[in-house]
T-cell receptor
């Protein structure tokens, strides 16, 4: 089952604009991560935010986490054509047992128009 | 630093056959996990190996099995292939059992079952 759900499913903006993607999840988490996937290739880790953090920055990326609403957002500022990709949020549970793996959403497909 | 490599890149099999997919972890990483990504979906966790032992498994039947070798390379075996097994299979490595370690993905093996 997929816990995270990204919104929107697809987003098309002009180069230079900011892109915002949202993610909702269902159960308590240890951390939430965002990954990027270029067409037909592997995923690339972008940023990790822990459950006790509210906001984190990395270059042009800004991630927020609201555990009370079980939601996160990823903001990409000053978008570039090279940012065109699918973006996934992934959560890691805190069951305390063996490895649960990451639970990914279905992703947001971002298209940056030159 | 050598990244995660997977082989083969593409594979076509017939329903009922068996398949073995291979993965070389990033140097220094002793944990490997496998994910299945159907078209248009996010990756789904199959299982994870740490120091040659399976230490976590997702909701996949026993015909999905794996191995991790002393050099931390890994195999995913799927028996009695079904049409729904057609997907991109992703291998990811990380360091240690730390739940907060970002995953480093290979570019995947595209399996088509006819």
């Amino acid at each position: 089952s997929q816990q995270g759900e990204e919104d929107p499913q697809a987003l098309s903006i002009q180069e230079g604009e900011n892109a915002t993607m949202n993610c909702s999840y269902k159960t308590s988490i240890n951390n939430l991560q965002w990954y990027r996937q270029n067409s037909g290739r592997g995923l690339v880790h972008l940023i990790l935010i822990r459950s006790n953090e509210r906001e984190k920055h990395s270059g042009r990326l800004r991630v927020t986490l609201d555990t009370s609403k079980k939601s996160s957002s990823l903001l990409i500022t000053a978008s570039r054509a090279a940012d065109t990709a699918s973006y996934f949020c992934a959560t890691e549970g805190n069951s305390g047992g063996g490895a649960d793996g990451l639970t990914f959403g279905k992703g947001t497909h971002l298209i940056i128009q030159p | 630093e050598t990244g995660v490599t997977q082989s083969p890149t593409h594979l076509i099999k017939t329903r009922g056959q068996q398949v073995t997919l291979r993965c070389s972890s990033q140097s220094g990483h002793n944990t490997v996990s496998w994910y299945q990504q159907a078209l248009g979906q996010g990756p789904q966790f199959i299982f994870q190996y740490y120091r040659e032992e399976e230490n976590g498994r997702g909701n996949f039947p026993p015909r999905f099995s794996g191995l991790q070798f002393p050099n931390y390379s890994s195999e995913l075996n799927v028996n009695a292939l079904e049409l729904d097994d057609s997907a991109l299979y992703l291998c990811a490595s990380s360091s240690g059992r730390d739940r907060s370690s970002p995953l480093h993905f290979g570019n995947g093996t595209r399996l088509t079952v006819t």
